[in-house]
């Protein structure tokens, strides 16, 4: 446990710069950058490797030994924080486990900035995709799934009036629960039966994901009042229970609540831009975290994040009618192929 102080000095002054990392809440104006983490390029198993370097902290203590702790304190380390900004007094370890993320960089070359996704996460929205593509209620299910969402969106739309920015990051924090419910309720019905699941699992986590994405997005733009997060405190607990049992009995009304959900938002998202174009919603830059993660022109504003959003929200659209049709021909979904890259 045990390791000399010169023997430490030796390897700060010799280890190479090896990646850093950088925290992903930022402000719009202004990017994160994190500390730097130098580690030996060969993985640490045991504890006569765990050096305190400079850096972010990155590790638990709990995998130090008294000794380490203690440096740790000297150093300014503080375990379970967040990456701190600046870099000047960041302290790190390396860490214990040998988990450490290897240099990321983009396709340019340059460093890659966030932690919260991966280069080869990003993408270009598919804009070309048909916005106005209904499907009409024609069953009892249907009509049920229909009235539901249309009856939610009435005091939506008493709550949020026209301010679209703030309706939006709100409604971002309902639409990413359906996908990560059906994901975990798919994953342990994989499980329970032995069978797999025709990749739907993953095509369901990843449209939370994309949802959480525009919550992260739309939050760097309209900050949440306190009674906005107890209301989404409290609409999580209804909803993520509602949605749950809702998917247990009938994945194929769950699916079609979901596709009109997302027809709502395509909709929501439509008079977004028509205020942003009359001017009563500045159209500011766009955020950083959008401009990387839809690829986005680095001169590209709100209104180019809002127009990729809806793109996403006509692809979920698709994605649970389609999941719900499947269901309405008496298949499951692992019975046909889940859609792939389909954010
Ligand atoms: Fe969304
Ligand atoms: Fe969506």
């Not at 919260?116 to 070309?128: S, V």
């Not at 939006?168 to 699941?197: D, I, W, Y």
């Not at 205020?275 to 709100?302: C, F, M, Q």
């Amino acid at each position: 446990m045990m390791i000399s102080r010169s023997a430490k000095k030796a390897v700060q002054s010799t280890l190479p710069r090896y990646f850093s990392t950088a925290g992903c809440a930022s402000s719009v104006r202004t990017p994160v950058r994190g500390g730097a983490i130098t580690f030996f390029p060969s993985t640490a198993k045991s504890s006569e490797n765990v050096i305190a370097i400079t850096g972010s902290r990155n590790a638990s203590t709990v995998a130090l030994g008294e000794n380490q702790q203690q440096e740790e304190k000297v150093n300014g380390g503080s375990a379970g924080s967040s990456p701190p900004a600046g870099g000047n007094n960041n302290k790190g370890i390396m860490s214990y486990w040998g988990v450490e993320r290897p240099k990321i960089t983009k396709e340019d070359g340059s460093e890659w900035r966030w932690s919260c996704f991966m280069p080869w996460e990003t993408y270009n929205a598919d804009l070309k995709i048909d916005l106005e593509k209904h499907h009409a209620p024609v069953t009892f299910l249907d009509k049920i799934a229909y009235w539901t969402v249309k009856a939610l969106r009435f005091p939506t739309d008493i709550f949020f009036q026209r301010r679209y920015g703030c309706r939006a990051m709100m409604l971002e924090t309902v639409a990413a629960v359906p996908g990560m419910v059906g994901g975990m309720l798919l994953h342990c019905k994989s499980l329970r039966r032995f069978e797999h699941s025709g990749g739907w699992i993953k095509a369901l986590l990843e449209e939370a994901e994309n949802e959480r994405m525009h919550l992260m997005t739309f939050m760097e733009v309209a900050q949440p009042r306190w009674y906005e997060r107890a209301l989404v405190f409290a609409v999580q607990g209804v909803f993520f229970n509602a949605y749950f049992i809702s998917y247990l009995v009938s994945p194929k009304l769950s699916h079609r609540i979901v596709g009109y959900l997302e027809e709502e938002a395509i909709h929501s998202y439509t008079e977004f831009l028509k205020e942003l174009d009359k001017g009563n919603i500045e159209n500011v830059a766009a955020p950083a975290i959008a401009i990387d993660y839809w690829r986005l022109n680095p001169e590209a504003t709100l209104r180019d994040v809002v127009v990729v959003v809806r793109a996403d929200e006509a692809h979920h659209r698709d994605v649970n009618h389609y999941a719900s049709d499947i269901h309405y021909q008496g298949r499951e979904l692992n019975g046909l192929p889940a859609p792939v890259g389909y954010h």
